[in-house]
Nanobody
Framework: QVQLVESGGGLAQPGGSLRLSCAAS????????VDWYRQAPGKQREWVAV???????SYTDSVEGRFTISRDNAKNTAYLQMDNLKPEDTAVYYC?????WGQGIQVTVST
């Protein structure tokens, strides 16, 4: 059983930055794929980004060029760096790997 715990969310102003962390209770060195999703109020959960290992990453169009997914296997942690935040990025963000999901963390972008 792997537990994932997200942190780093909160309130940011438009144009600001936040870095989300996803700490795993076990080793993630054998995990090939890490994804981030988000769910805005009243909307379906949407895929945001994937780290497929070996430097292979991909992003949904709305965050391309603003968000960066990464991982540190030594720390068993995945990250989502979010820059130039927009109000429409407001959502609960989830990390997922190996079939496990974190509990989600709120990100609010507002003046």
């Amino acid at each position: 059983q792997v537990q994932l715990v997200e942190s780093g969310g909160g309130l940011a102003q438009p144009g600001g930055s936040l870095r989300l962390s996803c700490a795993a209770s076990g080793s993630i060195s054998s995990v090939s794929v890490v994804d981030w999703y988000r769910q805005a109020p009243g909307k379906q959960r949407e895929w945001v980004a994937v780290d497929a290992g070996s430097g292979s990453t991909s992003y949904t169009d709305s965050v391309e060029g603003r968000f960066t997914i990464s991982r540190d296997n030594a720390k068993n942690t995945a990250y989502l760096q979010m820059d130039n935040l927009k109000p429409e990025d407001t959502a609960v963000y989830y990390c997922t790997m190996a079939g496990y999901w974190g509990q989600g963390i709120q990100v609010t972008v507002s003046t």
